[in-house]
């Protein structure tokens, strides 16, 4: 950067002017071209396998959709051979994609800030005309737009790669491991961990230390929303007798049972009513029993006993992506702001 | 560390002995506490919550063993809800989660051990100090593995007691992929095997964090290879043409054959249609209508001339398949420290 001295003329203004923020965009850019584009060659190897065992998976329920006639045995068989071949994989993909949102959002996050201010290169960052508030967003804008961009498609690929499974009824897009990965929650909470571990990085001042912090605070950020937080987004719905949560498509808070008088009935209690149902005629054939049953649960509405279920109906899923996307959001946003004023009060 | 300078007495050996190995373990303690502590945090967490989880499975595992008779239907039904409903999918759910630990604890505990000692340049204080590169880097590898394994181990205990009544219900198989790896020995030589990736990354890269993402990376790929092809051929697979493979038993793949040639599914089900029994898969037969002849599916199809073929492992090979994979793991890990503590004498500095 040179600086030229020529003598001021009267009337120009001549107070200094701050970089402008297009040049820092781009210092942020050089500094961290590398780890984007880690980021997206990893999600990109991820995208690559969805897409081939996506378009497998799509290709083998087009077949049991054009099957007819529909309730035929045959068809049933083609539906059968597509569950028991693809169902597991989608569900394991599922499951180690949740690891997902934390490792991006951590490993592009905290070391920013962090590493800056372990190594002390900070102290010349800070005389290059930029003051700390500019440099400190400037650094963290880039990186904060870039992964949320990358995860927000990706998170698209999955929903495509798992629409099957969802549409025939297997999984209910509520589920807690679906909801995660599909909608903007994916890329919110992404965006969460990046500002978690951008705020851990100026606390603690040192990258793994920061990182490690990061994934703890996230994780157990996780586990409070899915097990407690998320199913009051909206009071949940009130479903009378069996049959409400048959869909697969809700998603069920809890069931119960009540007896004839109106007070609940503990599982144990019911076991041994149903033990003393009548039970059916047994068949069988060869080595293996093909029992017939009274249909316990017939028997038991018969006998005065209402099944309750508490649910969140399927047509909530929006809503409750936009409520959880808006929190995280207004979240990640809060934690750069005060990564921002620590990095101003702090750091020297 | 003071050295007294006195005139050699003849016959004294001249060279200076190098510092006792257990100053350098007390150095490795020192310096790499807070990284055992939260390593034991991160798997006393995980553990925690395989605890919290664990107890009402358990619970309605001793409700289905508690139940009598055993073979009445209601039984049947209590079993099967077990095995099928909601505490199967989210142990499976856990079971692939757990899959990144060792991943994440390979990462965290021994990328930095080297590397962030060379990319911040203390490594060039730390050579002074009495102990030649190669101790230096054997100490602390060394140290940091056994206390880092030990640890894995015994989390690998509490991940056996979760799931263990998954297992004693005979329905799932021990050598299943997302299962193996998590108990016996597996869990440990597999993070053991990322602390030594992790240690050649950090040698190799000499940044902390790309070697974190490179260690993970290798990890994953290694786990993936070895679950998906490797693991399947530690002994030759059993093919039985016995229908009457049992839930434990780890099926790798199965087929009809009839007259020496593979059949194909259509084929066996027009046989079947007869008496109304249809098969979704070689292995699953669904009784079809009210129809109920008085023949088993699979006699029947025996009768007409196929054979079931199962190609699949047995569950009793089950600690000989830990030993198998553990001895390997052990034997690439010290050879990746072995590298290790070569590569620092020869390209650090």
Same mark, same amino acid.
């Given at each position: 950067?040179?600086?030229?001295?020529?003598?001021a003329?009267?009337?120009q203004d001549?107070?200094?002017?701050p970089?402008?923020?297009s040049?820092?965009?781009?210092?942020?850019?050089?500094h961290?071209?590398?780890?984007?584009?880690?980021?997206?060659?990893?999600l990109?190897?991820?995208?690559?396998?969805?897409?081939?065992?996506?378009?497998?998976?799509?290709s083998?329920?087009?077949?049991?959709?054009s099957?007819?006639?529909?309730?035929?045995?045959?068809?049933?068989d083609?539906?059968?051979? &597509?569950q028991?071949?693809?169902?597991?994989t989608?569900?394991?993909?599922?499951a180690?994609?949740?690891?997902?949102?934390v490792?991006?959002?951590?490993?592009?996050?905290?070391?920013?800030?962090?590493?800056?201010?372990?190594?002390?290169?900070?102290? &010349?960052?800070?005389?290059?005309?930029?003051?700390?508030?500019?440099w400190t967003?400037?650094?963290?804008a880039?990186?904060?737009?870039a992964?949320?961009?990358?995860?927000?498609?990706?998170?698209?690929? &999955?929903a495509? !790669?798992?629409?099957?499974?969802?549409?025939s009824?297997?999984?209910?897009?509520?589920?807690?491991q !679906? !909801?995660n990965?599909?909608?903007?929650d994916?890329?919110?909470?992404?965006?969460?961990?990046?500002?978690i571990?951008?705020?851990a990085?100026?606390?603690i001042?040192?990258?793994?230390p920061?990182? &490690?912090?990061?994934?703890?605070?996230?994780?157990?950020?996780?586990?409070?929303?899915?097990?407690y937080?998320?199913?009051?987004?909206?009071?949940?719905?009130?479903?009378?007798?069996?049959?409400?949560?048959s869909?697969?498509?809700?998603?069920?808070?809890?069931?119960?049972?009540t007896?004839?008088?109106g007070?609940?009935v503990?599982?144990?209690?019911?076991?041994?009513?149903?033990?003393?149902?009548?039970?059916?005629p047994?068949?069988?054939v060869?080595?293996n029993?093909?029992?017939?049953?009274?249909?316990?649960?017939?028997?038991?509405?018969?006998?005065?006993?209402?099944?309750?279920?508490?649910?969140?109906?399927?047509?909530?899923?929006?809503?409750?992506?936009?409520?959880?996307?808006?929190?995280?959001?207004?979240?990640?946003?809060?934690?750069?702001?005060?990564?921002v004023?620590l990095v101003?009060?702090?750091?020297? | 560390?003071?050295?007294?300078?006195?005139?050699?007495?003849?016959?004294?050996?001249?060279?200076?002995?190098?510092?006792p190995?257990?100053?350098m373990?007390?150095?490795?303690?020192?310096?790499?506490?807070?990284?055992?502590?939260?390593?034991?945090?991160?798997?006393?967490a995980a553990?925690?919550?395989l605890?919290?989880?664990?107890?009402?499975?358990?619970h309605?595992?001793?409700?289905?063993?508690?139940c009598?008779p055993?073979?009445?239907a209601?039984?049947?039904?209590l079993?099967?809800?077990?095995?099928?409903?909601?505490?199967?999918s989210?142990?499976a759910?856990?079971?692939a989660?757990?899959q990144?630990?060792?991943?994440?604890?390979?990462?965290?505990?021994?990328a930095?051990?080297?590397?962030?000692e060379?990319?911040?340049?203390?490594?060039?204080?730390?050579?002074?100090?009495?102990?030649?590169?190669?101790?230096?880097?054997?100490?602390?590898?060394?140290?940091?593995?056994?206390?880092?394994?030990?640890?894995?181990?015994?989390?690998?205990?509490m991940?056996?007691?979760y799931?263990?009544?998954?297992?004693?219900?005979?329905?799932?198989?021990?050598?299943?992929?997302?299962?193996?790896?998590?108990?016996?020995?597996?869990f440990?030589a597999?993070?053991?095997a990322?602390f030594?990736?992790?240690?050649?990354a950090g040698v190799?890269i000499r940044?902390?964090v790309?070697?974190?993402i490179a260690?993970?990376?290798?990890?994953?790929?290694?786990?993936?290879?070895?679950?998906?092809?490797?693991r399947?051929h530690y002994e030759t697979?059993?093919v039985?043409?016995?229908?009457?493979?049992?839930?434990s038993?780890?099926v790798?793949?199965?087929?009809?054959?009839?007259?020496g040639?593979p059949?194909?599914?259509?084929?066996?089900?027009q046989v079947?249609?007869?008496?109304g029994v249809?098969?979704?898969t070689?292995?699953?037969?669904?009784?079809?209508?009210?129809?109920?002849?008085?023949?088993?599916?699979?006699?029947?199809?025996?009768?007409h001339?196929f054979?079931?073929?199962?190609?699949?492992?047995p569950?009793?090979?089950?600690?000989?398949?830990?030993?198998?994979?553990?001895?390997?793991?052990l034997?690439?890990?010290?050879?990746l420290?072995?590298?290790?503590?070569?590569l620092?004498?020869?390209?650090?500095?």
């Amino acid at each position: 950067m040179t600086t030229l001295t020529t003598p001021a003329q009267p009337g120009q203004d001549t107070t200094p002017r701050p970089i402008p923020w297009s040049k820092l965009a781009w210092v942020s850019w050089r500094h961290y071209r590398i780890a984007l584009l880690g980021a997206v060659v990893f999600l990109g190897v991820l995208a690559v396998y969805l897409l081939v065992m996506g378009l497998k998976i799509h290709s083998a329920y087009a077949a049991t959709l054009s099957c007819h006639p529909a309730n035929s045995s045959a068809c049933s068989d083609v539906t059968s051979l &597509f569950q028991n071949a693809y169902y597991i994989t989608g569900e394991v993909s599922a499951a180690l994609l949740l690891t997902v949102p934390v490792l991006v959002g951590v490993f592009a996050g905290a070391p920013i800030l962090a590493r800056e201010l372990d190594t002390g290169t900070s102290r &010349f960052a800070w005389t290059q005309g930029a003051g700390r508030t500019r440099w400190t967003l400037a650094r963290l804008a880039l990186p904060a737009v870039a992964v949320t961009a990358a995860t927000a498609a990706f998170s698209q690929l &999955f929903a495509w !790669f798992y629409q099957p499974f969802f549409a025939s009824g297997m999984d209910s897009r509520l589920a807690a491991q !679906f !909801f995660n990965l599909t909608g903007v929650d994916f890329a919110a909470w992404t965006l969460a961990a990046f500002a978690i571990g951008a705020a851990a990085g100026v606390l603690i001042r040192r990258a793994v230390p920061a990182m &490690f912090a990061s994934m703890a605070v996230w994780a157990g950020l996780m586990l409070a929303t899915v097990l407690y937080l998320r199913r009051h987004y909206l009071a949940p719905l009130l479903g009378k007798g069996t049959g409400t949560a048959s869909s697969n498509s809700g998603w069920v808070l809890s069931q119960w049972w009540t007896g004839p008088n109106g007070k609940p009935v503990p599982w144990h209690t019911l076991i041994g009513l149903i033990q003393g149902a009548p039970k059916g005629p047994t068949k069988q054939v060869g080595p293996n029993s093909f029992q017939t049953l009274v249909d316990p649960f017939k028997w038991l509405a018969q006998h005065g006993y209402t099944e309750w279920t508490s649910y969140q109906p399927a047509s909530r899923y929006w809503p409750f992506q936009f409520i959880e996307g808006g929190w995280l959001l207004a979240l990640s946003l809060l934690l750069i702001a005060v990564a921002v004023w620590l990095v101003r009060r702090r750091a020297a | 560390m003071s050295v007294l300078t006195t005139p050699a007495q003849p016959g004294q050996g001249r060279g200076l002995p190098p510092l006792p190995w257990r100053r350098m373990a007390w150095v490795t303690w020192r310096q790499h506490r807070l990284t055992v502590a939260d390593v034991a945090a991160f798997l006393g967490a995980a553990a925690l919550y395989l605890l919290i989880e664990g107890l009402p499975i358990r619970h309605a595992y001793a409700a289905v063993t508690a139940c009598h008779p055993a073979s009445s239907a209601v039984c049947q039904n209590l079993a099967n809800n077990f095995n099928t409903g909601g505490y199967v999918s989210q142990a499976a759910i856990v079971g692939a989660l757990l899959q990144v630990a060792a991943a994440l604890v390979g990462a965290f505990a021994g990328a930095p051990v080297l590397a962030r000692e060379l990319e911040t340049g203390t490594f060039r204080y730390a050579w002074t100090q009495g102990f030649g590169r190669r101790r230096w880097a054997a100490a602390k590898l060394v140290l940091l593995a056994i206390a880092v394994t030990a640890v894995a181990a015994a989390f690998s205990v509490m991940f056996s007691w979760y799931y263990q009544p998954f297992l004693a219900a005979g329905d799932q198989t021990p050598l299943g992929s997302t299962v193996f790896d998590l108990r016996g020995v597996a869990f440990a030589a597999w993070t053991l095997a990322a602390f030594a990736i992790g240690a050649v990354a950090g040698v190799l890269i000499r940044k902390v964090v790309p070697a974190m993402i490179a260690t993970m990376a290798v990890w994953a790929g290694l786990a993936f290879a070895t679950g998906a092809y490797l693991r399947q051929h530690y002994e030759t697979p059993l093919v039985t043409g016995n229908p009457n493979v049992p839930g434990s038993a780890w099926v790798i793949s199965q087929w009809w054959a009839r007259g020496g040639k593979p059949a194909s599914l259509p084929a066996i089900n027009q046989v079947l249609r007869t008496v109304g029994v249809r098969a979704s898969t070689p292995g699953q037969f669904h009784a079809q209508g009210p129809g109920l002849g008085n023949v088993n599916p699979v006699q029947y199809l025996v009768q007409h001339g196929f054979t079931q073929m199962t190609s699949y492992q047995p569950a009793s090979r089950y600690w000989p398949f830990q030993f198998i994979e553990g001895g390997w793991l052990l034997a690439l890990s010290l050879l990746l420290i072995a590298a290790t503590v070569w590569l620092v004498r020869r390209r650090a500095a």
